[in-house]
C-alpha cells in the first residue's frame, strides 16, 4: 500500500519480500543489481504570467474515501521522467495530441511553435513522442495535461464517484525517447554495472532535449481559457467548460525544472526452477515490481498473478512434476523510468540468452474484461489453444470464445468477417511499452505480452489513485481476473516449459505478415492516390474557394508525389515461407517428438527475423518485423523499415528496406524447410 519507485527504502522492500517468498518456494534465488540513471524532481514551478496571474498548484488531492492517498511520504510528485533541466517563459500554443498530423493542421493555420511552449494533451500517442516532436518543431518547453473528454468527466464519473480521472489527477511517466533504445540512457547495449562505461548525460540521446511537465485538468483550465487566436477544430475540442483556441499567446507561462540526476540501485529479482531434462533451456516469465506511486494496478496486479502462478508451479514441483526446461520468474526494477531493469538484465546477458532463451511471456497492469494476447506469431496457436482453455469468471465461457465475439460484436468489418474463415483468433503484433521490449526487438527472442481489460477504466493510471481501494472498487472486484491472468500465463508457461516439440508454428506467422505486406501496398497507393488528388486541388484553387476566407487558415502545402514501389522480393519470400509452414505443419500433424537440435533449431528460429544492425537511424532495435514506431511510441510498425519510411516520405530508403525485409523472411522459410526436413 505504500508507494515504492526504484531507488527507494520501500521499493527496496518490495524486492526483499518477492525474494523471499521465491526461496520459501524452493527456487534458486538471485537479487540481480544494476546502477541506473534515476532523475527525481527538485524544483517544479509553472506559473501563468500573463495577461492574467495563476500559480499552479503541481499537486493531488487526498481523498477521506480513499486511505491509501494519504500515505504520500515516499510519493513522487507527478513529474515526466528524463525532461532536462531549465527554465523557460514564452507564450503558450496549444496542439492537441501534439502528433505528426496534428502539426500538419497547425502548419494550414500557419501557427509555429518555434520559440513558444506547447501544451497538449495526454493521448493520441505515446507521452514521449509530444515533447520529443515539439522539440523538433522549435518549442522551448512543454506541458502534458489529462483533458476530461478523454478519460476524466467527459467519460464517466470521477473517482472516488466512479472510476474516471480525477480532477487533480496527473499522470506521470517517461518522456525518454525509447523508440530510439530503452534501458539506462548512459549504457546503451550494454548492462548497467558499476564497471559499464558511461555516457556523459549531456551526450545521452534519450533524454529530452526540452523542459516537459504534466499536469492535471484543474491546473490546465486556467492557463487554456487565457489562451487567444483561431478557435481550434473542432475535432480538438476538450471536455474543459471553455472556449479552446490555438494561441500564440496571449496566454504566457513561466515554467522552472531541476532534477536530482543520481544514480541508483535498481533490483531484479530472479528465480529459477530448474528444468529436469533441459536445464539449459529457459522459458522466462517476467513483470515489473516498481510503481510511480502505490502501483495497485500498475505493477501489482500483474506481479500478484505471476507469484501465484509460481507458486502453484513449486507445488508441482515437489510433487515430482517439475519443468522439464528451466523456468526463470523475474520480478524486474524501474521498468516506469523506460524498460530499465529488464534491459540492463538482456543486455548483460545477451550471448546466453541467445543461446539458451526459449520464449518470455509477459504481464503488467490488469483489469477486468476481455483477454488481450499480443507477441510472436510464432506462438499464435499455441496461445489459442491456452485461451480456449481457460474460462472466463463473469461468463463462464472459455476466454477465447468471450474475445471472439468482442470482436464479432465491436470489430472492424474485416476482423469480424474472418471469424467465419479462420480458426484461430489473431494475437496482436507488439510495439512497446513493458519489458518484452528487449527479449522480443533487441535480441529476437520470442514472446507474448498478457493481459485482460477493456471494462474497467485506467483514469488512474500513473496518478495518486491508482491504489488498492481503486482497483478492488472498479478495476476487478473479488479479483477474480487476476486468477485469470495467472491461469492463462501459467499455461502457457508450462506448455512451453513441458512440450516434447516446442509449440513454435508458422502458417499463423506468414499469414500475419501476408496481412502486413498487403497493409503496406495498400499505404503505398493511399498516399499516392491522396498526394495525386490534394496536389490536384491546391493546383486548382479549390481549397482557397472551399475555406473559410474570414478565418487565417491556408491550403496544405504541395507534396512529392508517391512513386511506385516493387514489392516482388517481399512477395516472393512470403511465397518461400508459405510453402515451408505448410510442410512444417505436417511434422506438427504427425505428432511426432521434437529432439533436443530440432527444439533448439525451434527457439531460435525468432532470431532468423533480426538484423545486427537493426533499423534505419535505430541499431538498437533489431527485428525487422516488429518494432514500435518512431513517431508512435508504444504503438506497433509492422515490416516497420519498409513501412516508416513510406510513411515518413523517405521514398530514397523504400527499395533497400524491401530487400532487408525479404531477406529475413526468406531466412525465416529457410529455417522451417530445415525444419520440415528432419
Given amino acids: 500500500r505504500d508507494p515504492h519507485h526504484v531507488g527507494s527504502p520501500e521499493g527496496r522492500a518490495v524486492v526483499d519480500f518477492v525474494a523471499a517468498r521465491f526461496e520459501e518456494w524452493g527456487y534458486d534465488v538471485e537479487i540481480a ?16 504570467v500573463a495577461p492574467t496571474r495563476y500559480t499552479a498548484g503541481l499537486t493531488e488531492d487526498t481523498l477521506p474515501e480513499d486511505p491509501s492517498t494519504a500515505r504520500t511520504d515516499n510519493l513522487l510528485p507527478p513529474y515526466n521522467a528524463f525532461s532536462i533541466d531549465g527554465e523557460v517563459e514564452a507564450e503558450l500554443v496549444f496542439v492537441n495530441y501534439g502528433t505528426p498530423a496534428d502539426y500538419e493542421i497547425l502548419d494550414r493555420y500557419g501557427i509555429s511553435v518555434e520559440g513558444k511552449i506547447a501544451i497538449a494533451r495526454y493521448g493520441g500517442s505515446w507521452r514521449g513522442i509530444k515533447p520529443k516532436l515539439a522539440g523538433e518543431k522549435g518549442a522551448i518547453g512543454t506541458i502534458i495535461y489529462s483533458d476530461p473528454a478523454d478519460d476524466g468527466y467527459g467519460a464517466g464519473d470521477t473517482y472516488p464517484d466512479g472510476p474516471y480521472k480525477h480532477e487533480s489527477g496527473v499522470q506521470r511517466g517517461s518522456v525518454m525517447d525509447m523508440p530510439t533504445y530503452p534501458g539506462d540512457p548512459l549504457t546503451p547495449f550494454v548492462g548497467a554495472t558499476a564497471e559499464a562505461e558511461r555516457l556523459p548525460r549531456e551526450e545521452a540521446p ?22 487567444g487566436g483561431e478557435v481550434v477544430p473542432r475535432e480538438w475540442r476538450g471536455g474543459l467548460p471553455i472556449t479552446y483556441h490555438l494561441g500564440p499567446g496571449p496566454a504566457r507561462v513561466r515554467m522552472k525544472l531541476e532534477f536530482n540526476w543520481d544514480i541508483v540501485p535498481a533490483y531484479n529479482v530472479i528465480a529459477r526452477l530448474e528444468g529436469s531434462e533441459y536445464p539449459d533451456q529457459l522459458v522466462i516469465r517476467g513483470n515489473h515490481h516498481d510503481g510511480w506511486n502505490h502501483g495497485a494496478a500498475d505493477p501489482i496486479s500483474g506481479l500478484v498473478a505471476l507469484m501465484g502462478e509460481a507458486r502453484a508451479l513449486a507445488e508441482l514441483a515437489a510433487e515430482g512434476n517439475g519443468p522439464k526446461r528451466t523456468v526463470v520468474y523475474a520480478a524486474w526494477d524501474s521498468e516506469e523510468q523506460g524498460l530499465i531493469g529488464s534491459t540492463e538484465w538482456v543486455e548483460h546477458h545477451a550471448a546466453m540468452l541467445d543461446k539458451n532463451a526459449v520464449a518470455y511471456i509477459n504481464t503488467d497492469g490488469n483489469s477486468r474484461g476481455f483477454v488481450n494476447i499480443g507477441g510472436s506469431h510464432v506462438l499464435e496457436k499455441m496461445a489459442n489453444e491456452v485461451m480456449r482453455d481457460v474460462e472466463d469468471p463473469q461468463t463462464g465461457v472459455s476466454v477465447a470464445e468471450r474475445r471472439r465475439a468482442r470482436i464479432e460484436v465491436n470489430g472492424n468489418a474485416a476482423a469480424s468477417a474472418e471469424l467465419n474463415h479462420r480458426a484461430d483468433l489473431r494475437i496482436s503484433p507488439l510495439g512497446s511499452g513493458s519489458d518484452y521490449s528487449p527479449f522480443l526487438q ?131 519470400a512470403l511465397d518461400e515461407l508459405e ?40 541499431p538498437w532495435f533489431t527485428h525487422h518485423i516488429y518494432a514500435p514506431g518512431f513517431y508512435t511510441g508504444y504503438g506497433v510498425k509492422t515490416i516497420p523499415g519498409v513501412r516508416e ?7 530514397e530508403l523504400v527499395e533497400d528496406e524491401i530487400f532487408v525485409a525479404a531477406d529475413v523472411i526468406s531466412g525465416m522459410a529457410a529455417r522451417v524447410r530445415e525444419l520440415a526436413e528432419r
Fill in 579 to 618: 510453402q515451408a509452414a505448410a510442410s512444417y505443419a505436417d511434422v506438427v500433424a504427425s505428432g511426432l517428438p521434437a529432439s533436443e537440435s530440432e527444439n533448439r533449431l525451434l527457439y531460435t528460429s525468432e532470431r532468423e527475423l533480426t538484423r545486427d544492425d537493426g533499423l534505419p537511424g535505430r
Fill in 645 to 651: 519510411a513510406i510513411e515518413e516520405r523517405q521514398y
Fill in 442 to 572: 533487441h535480441l529476437g527472442i520470442a514472446s507474448l505480452n498478457i493481459s485482460f481489460g477493456g471494462e474497467a477504466s485506467d483514469g488512474s493510471y500513473h496518478t495518486l489513485y491508482d491504489t488498492y481501494e481503486h482497483y478492488t472498487k472498479f478495476r476487478d472486484p473479488g479479483l477474480a481476473y487476476n486468477v485469470a491472468l495467472a491461469q492463462v500465463a501459467g499455461r502457457a508457461t508450462m506448455r512451453l516449459a513441458n512440450a516434447p516439440r516446442l509449440p513454435f508454428e508458422y502458417t499463423g506467422l506468414s499469414d500475419n505478415i501476408s496481412l502486413y505486406m498487403s497493409e503496406i501496398e495498400e499505404l503505398a497507393d493511399s498516399m499516392r492516390e491522396a498526394t495525386l488528388s490534394s496536389n490536384a486541388r491546391i493546383e486548382s484553387g479549390v481549397y482557397d474557394l472551399a475555406l473559410d476566407p474570414t478565418r487565417n487558415i491556408v491550403a496544405p502545402l504541395k507534396k512529392a508525389e508517391v512513386p511506385y514501389f516493387n514489392f516482388a522480393p517481399l512477395k516472393n
Fill in 206 to 227: 534519450t533524454i529530452t532535449r526540452i523542459p516537459v511537465l504534466p499536469i492535471s485538468y484543474r491546473d490546465a483550465l486556467p492557463l487554456l481559457e487565457a489562451m
Fill in 33 to 48: 543489481e544494476y546502477q541506473v540513471l534515476f532523475p527525481s524532481p527538485r524544483t517544479r514551478e509553472l506559473e501563468l
